[in-house]
């Protein structure tokens, strides 16, 4: 027969730390931008959102009257909230887009925007996303874009454009041109929920694009990841070994202080 004895308290300690790091969310927050297949970057977006086992929700201007964006517009209901920094520039149309003229070397992108309301930028202007729901996945179509460049995109873990930066892409659609009025589709996934993005397109004096069906993609049932529920099954496994092999478990290391 085993004789009981009484182990250190530290490994009483580190198996109980072990199941809650098994238990938690996982932190990381890496993002994948789907921004170099024109002709495919939705689909390929819709795809990933579908392998991991996402629901996606399309948020489009139809419903919002035509003129200046209402900021306060979109409401938890809709899942997000979208700010923009300078209403001026920034105003709902019905049409196909802005139709500006440059069509040399223009791309089909994802085809033709049909007529509906969209958000027309003039030049200049941001727009920042905060999701009032878990997302982990996030796209937009772009209208008659042209030599992108100056459009940005940066992932934050917090409302505002606050906490950690997640990551960014910049020089997004950088020498392509999808005149007159074709779609050019942005997405991104990560491993962690966003907190907000924040659209940049400040930087170019001269184009004139449409933005159109924002896209969020959302956890139905999350479920821990399978490393975790080894890892967990594991700690457990180990903790009962301990018991049944009449090592003493000293009370205090599992009371809480």
Known sequence: MLKSFA???IIYHILIAL??????PAANAQLVFFTDSPASNQQNWLNAAASNNEQVTSITFDEHPLGILDSDFYLPTHGVEIVSNNLVNQTILFGEGPAQ???GGQLAGEGLHLASNYLQFLSAGQLLFNFYQPTSGFGFNTVDLWTG???????????????NLLGSQTNIGEGLNFQKNNLFFVGLTAESA??????????HGGDIIGFDDFQLAQQVNPVAE???????????ALFAGMRRSGLAIPSKALAPK
């Open 194 to 203: 966003l907190g907000s993005v924040l659209i940049d397109f400040s930087g």
């Open 226 to 236: 399978p490393s975790s529920l080894a890892f967990f099954a594991f700690a457990l």
């Open 101 to 103: 003229g440059n069509i």
């Open 7 to 9: 182990v250190p308290k």
């Open 149 to 163: 460049g100056d459009l940005t995109i940066q992932a934050f873990s917090g409302a505002n454009a606050s906490g």
């Open 19 to 24: 199941v809650f790091l098994a238990i938690l």
